[in-house]
């Protein structure tokens, strides 16, 4: 027993001695101004390009890249009164919240971006905040949609933290109004997909917004192939729908199963699904009466020009049509460019500003004016698909 | 009764494809006692095979899936000879690192130069669904369920019948004595690789079918259910491997069922560890004589 | 005991020396905030990697469940520090996910240490998974988003002093009575029983010890990441750690040590290289698997005695 006192008073001495050393770490504050360009605009993508979320992720890539393609090839980026290219700085962060962190103050530091672009994550771009905001440099997040990401913990708006996309109570509720309203489904079941903040946040904010019954609440993974066992538990639920929030991947899945097990109520999702290959992994036959809430789709070239363009210019490169992702991420780098435009300068504060005060800016995915809580507002739509192919298209207030 | 019947079939055919799985694992564990976790990762790249045969080349099905499962069975070999080969010899959880860095590689690999885009698998069969008594099957999931049986007997065959199957349970006895009489280790443990690698092949291009979307990280979550699946049937034995991936197929369904669906993979292990410490072997496992 | 204190001593002052070459680093603005985040990682990861080398290297049980106790002292920490905004708080959440942490290590390892090997890392496995997904479900800890906007509770200053402490604990029990009962229990379970050594008892010890130092670890890597998602403690998480211990040399501390910073480092550098940095990484695991099977220092330990020791052998070759 003695070794045992005679550690444990050792262990304490230590630790009091480290306490102390602690104490004694010099802090260092210093108030950053932000970054500044140099002869080019260095724009960082801070991005899922391998992991779990990698098929998202270079998605988005190859849409910041088009649009950068597409900036540089006209001259660039008007500051003040000279033009200057675009540098895009590529770090892949693994779809690790860690290296998301990592990544976010290499950019700022190293490579001394004045925006970033990324994360597609709502944690990985959580975990870089604190990174970005001690740098003073902007993010724009094409795809991160929890509710409090633009938000400190106190609800003021996180300075430096933007995102192109709809947050999730916006999305879930709106899809809750137009099943209640348009589809007049008095009985839904719900399908989530439960290992993002995406599938969870859009039906909790469903969920608070919907009238009806909620028959049956049921969750999947990503990367979950095999749905059959819940539908068929569905089945007999006697439900007029289904709120299947969750990406194309596992969307199409459901979908071409539950067809194939004879349940034909509409299934209705979010703008994770609006991608071409919802339809192929569905099969179009099973691709009917299906519904999501998108800002973004093929179709919407239809009516917004610069989506037309858009999309034409995705094809050509890229040999298939353009999903909502990449349409998002090539918004969220025109935003930064319409914000240093409109500020007249590209250091890294000012480009913040500037996307704050951003409105009226017309992109892909709708006319977009940022809100205080930097959460971009544009029109949503609900597409109806049939036989695989947008079909209708619906607006919902 | 129609629903648990539908949903009788919906475990069934889910297990079969981890039975698929775990028969490669069950096999290379049992003669070389290895966790081979890049397996699953060969079940990836039969599906991608399929998947360019099939597009590129037109094949028809039955051929697609002869070619997946002999391309694999020659991954597997090459990655026997390159990355577990040299490590034969010492610890075995170096080899299981090993085997983590050729999973890692094979994902990230084909991720790389392929994108991680999830992609449609040709429809090689149409889908015809057939009605029993209010119970539907369509064929793919007849086409799974005996192809599955018709392997899993023939790989049993091969195991009990063949020469090569009595090295390959000589060596996993004994791999010194195996070598006293005769065997050569080096092809029968090849031989092995090459066996499970080509269940994995035709694993990877019948659920390419099956659920019509592939992409290069499918391998990882079923990779890891088949692990247990062959652990709980006992790891090196052949009809528990096939017991444990049905048995599991079947817990799965019957989770979501009953409605825990947030819940399904927590059972299955849970089930996992209760079985382990009520049988610490398995359901089929020899039980080893501890030796004073 | 005397010559004990010297090298003690010699200890101490190689820490207290790291410490102010990184302070005096972070001062004069070598260190950034980038080099920062690398350093902390690194630092956690030892305290990760040390707790699992305990379990794996000395006591010979084979777990796979590390990232399972890491998710709860995360999550411990990023709970109370929602209210509690003080290091106070932080300090107290650590002593609660340690807790909590014992407590499931006590719960998974009673009835599952008596498997053996491989038997063991999955039900291990399977353990930390359950503990995944139950946090992935519940609501006290968000779900699957997670938390975020965890107070920055710790710097860099407070992992380093927290991994010194764990690594001179760890390394004590080590080297006490109670940890050559531990490893004797590795060496050869039966001769250990025969001698009167209570085996259960030890590896149970050796694996809620682990579990607590992984339960600090996710702690540090919640309150200085700033945010936590069950994904975070996944199975790959688990093996991420396990690669450093193995990679390191099972049953060397050192090796873990040198093991975390080689990692870390790649892990870093590769950052410059995109999307083929996973590629990378994962030859150079195979390689150095192929090259280095036992781990980059086997089972060497770096240690002040040689050195002392050789001093003496000169003074008496002088005398």
Not at chain 3, 210 to 232: F, K, V
């Amino acid at each position: 027993m003695k070794t045992w006192q005679k550690m444990t008073i050792r262990i304490a001495a230590l630790s009091i001695a480290a306490v102390a050393m602690a104490g004694c770490s010099t802090a260092k504050n210093n108030g950053s101004q932000g970054n500044n360009p140099g002869k080019t605009v260095k724009i960082g993508v801070n991005m899922e390009l391998s992991g779990s979320a990698a098929g998202y992720g270079q998605q988005q890539k190859q849409g910041i890249q088009l649009a950068v393609n597409k900036i540089n090839r006209s001259g660039g980026i008007k500051v003040g009164k000279s033009k200057k290219k675009i540098q895009l700085v590529i770090r892949d962060n693994k779809t690790s919240n860690t290296t998301a962190a990592s990544v976010a103050a290499q950019l700022v530091n190293n490579d001394k971006v004045v925006a970033v672009v990324g994360p597609a994550a709502t944690n990985a771009g959580t975990a870089s905040i604190p990174n970005m905001t001690k740098a003073a440099v902007p993010s724009v997040s094409p795809s991160a949609t929890d509710p409090d990401y633009t938000l400190q913990k106190n609800g003021d708006v996180q300075k430096y933290i933007f995102r192109a996309c709809f947050q999730n109570n916006f999305q879930g509720s709106s899809a809750a109004k137009f099943m209640t309203n348009t589809l007049k489904a008095k009985r839904v079941a719900v399908l989530t997909d439960n290992s993002s903040d995406y599938g969870t946040g859009l039906t909790k904010a469903f969920k608070k917004t919907y009238t009806g019954t909620v028959a049956s609440s049921q969750t999947f993974q990503e990367g979950d192939k095999d749905f059959n066992a819940i539908l068929t538990a569905l089945k007999h639920k006697k439900i007029d729908a289904i709120y299947a929030p969750g990406y194309y991947s596992e969307l199409g899945l459901i979908i071409k199963q539950a067809r194939q097990a004879g349940i034909n109520v509409p299934i209705v999702g979010s703008d994770g699904m609006a991608d071409a290959k919802l339809t192929k992994i569905a099969g179009k036959a099973s691709a009917n009466n299906v519904y999501y809430t998108t800002p973004f789709s093929t179709k919407s070239g239809d009516t917004n020009a610069i989506a037309a363009s858009f999309l034409k210019d995705f094809k050509a490169k890229y040999h298939t049509t353009a999903p909502t992702f990449s349409a998002l991420a090539y918004d969220s780098v025109y935003m930064v460019k319409a914000a240093i435009e409109n500020e007249g300068s590209a250091n890294s504060v000012k480009i913040t500003d500037g996307l704050a005060k951003l409105k009226n800016f017309k992109g892909v995915t709708g006319t977009i004016t940022m809100n205080q809580h930097h959460n971009p507002e544009k029109s949503m739509i609900v597409e109806q698909l049939t036989k695989g192919e947008v079909q209708r298209t619906y607006n919902v207030k | 009764m129609q629903t648990i019947g539908q949903q009788l079939i919906n475990g069934l055919s889910l297990g079969s494809i981890y039975a698929l799985l775990a028969l490669g694992y069950t096999m290379v564990y049992g003669i070389i006692k290895l966790i081979n976790f890049a397996h699953g990762d060969i079940y990836m790249l039969g599906a991608f095979w399929g998947y360019f045969v099939i597009n590129k080349l037109h094949f028809n099905f039955l051929f697609a899936m002869l070619s997946a499962m002999l391309f694999c069975a020659l991954v597997g070999v090459i990655i026997e000879y390159f990355a577990y080969r040299p490590l034969r010899k010492s610890p075995r959880i170096t080899a299981l690192i090993t085997a983590i860095g050729v999973s890692f590689l094979l994902e990230n690999g084909m991720t790389y130069f392929f994108t991680a885009n999830t992609r449609n698998f040709p429809q090689a069969i149409q889908t015809v669904t057939y009605h029993l008594g209010g119970i539907q099957i369509s064929n793919i999931q007849l086409l799974i369920l005996g192809t599955a049986c018709l392997l899993m007997l023939l790989l049993e065959l091969i195991i009990k019948r063949t020469k090569m199957g009595k090295a390959m349970r000589a060596v996993s006895v004994d791999p010194e004595a195996a070598q006293l009489v005769g065997i050569n280790i080096n092809h029968t443990i090849s031989f092995t690789f090459a066996l499970g690698s080509a269940m994995a092949g035709a694993a990877g291009v019948l659920i390419g079918l099956y659920y019509n979307s592939i992409d290069p990280l499918m391998g990882m979550t079923p990779g890891i259910k088949a692990f247990v699946a062959a652990v709980i049937g006992g790891i090196g034995s052949v009809p528990g491997a096939s017991l444990g991936g049905f048995l599991i197929g079947l817990l799965e369904t019957a989770v979501q069922a009953v409605g825990l669906s947030a819940y399904k993979d927590a059972v299955v292990y849970f089930v996992l560890i209760v079985i382990l410490l009520v049988l610490p072997a398995g359901i089929f496992g020899k039980k080893t004589k501890e030796k004073v | 005991m005397k010559a004990n204190l010297k090298y003690n001593a010699a200890w101490l002052g190689v820490m207290v020396l790291g410490f102010v070459v990184i302070d005096a680093c972070e001062f004069l603005g070598i260190i950034n905030s980038f080099i920062e985040n690398m350093l902390v990682t690194i630092g956690i990861n030892i305290i990760l990697a040390t707790g699992l080398n305990l379990i794996i290297g000395f006591s010979g049980q084979f777990s796979l469940g590390h990232a399972g106790f890491m998710a709860i002292g995360a999550y411990a920490t990023g709970i109370i520090t929602q209210t509690l905004v003080t290091p106070i708080g932080f300090y107290l959440s650590v002593v609660v996910g340690i807790g909590i942490a014992i407590i499931a290590a006590l719960i998974v390892g009673i009835p599952t240490l008596r498997l053996r090997g491989d038997y063991l890392a999955i039900a291990t496995m399977g353990a930390a998974e359950i503990i995944r997904i139950l946090i992935n479900n519940l609501k006290i800890t968000n779900g699957a988003a997670g938390l975020f906007n965890i107070p920055p509770l710790v710097t860099w200053a407070t992992v380093y002093v927290f991994m010194c402490i764990t690594t001179i604990v760890t390394v004590n029990f080590i080297h006490s009575r109670s940890g050559r009962a531990v490893m004797s229990v590795r060496e050869d379970e039966i001769a250990a029983e025969s001698m009167g050594i209570n085996t259960t008892r030890w590896k149970l010890a050796a694996f809620v010890f682990g579990a607590s130092t992984a339960a600090i670890g996710g702690s540090l890597h919640a309150a200085y990441i700033q945010t936590i998602a069950p994904g975070d403690f996944n199975i790959m998480a688990s093996i991420a750690i396990l690669i450093i211990v193995v990679l390191g040399g099972v049953g060397s501390i050192t090796g873990t040590f040198i093991a975390a910073i080689v990692l870390g480092t790649l892990d870093t550098v590769l950052q410059n290289f995109g999307t083929l940095r996973m590629i990378i990484y994962s030859l150079a695991l195979i390689l150095i698997m192929i090259f280095k099977p036992s781990g980059l220092l086997g089972t060497w330990e770096f240690s002040f005695k040689p050195l002392g020791s050789r001093q003496r052998k000169e003074q008496s070759v002088h005398e």
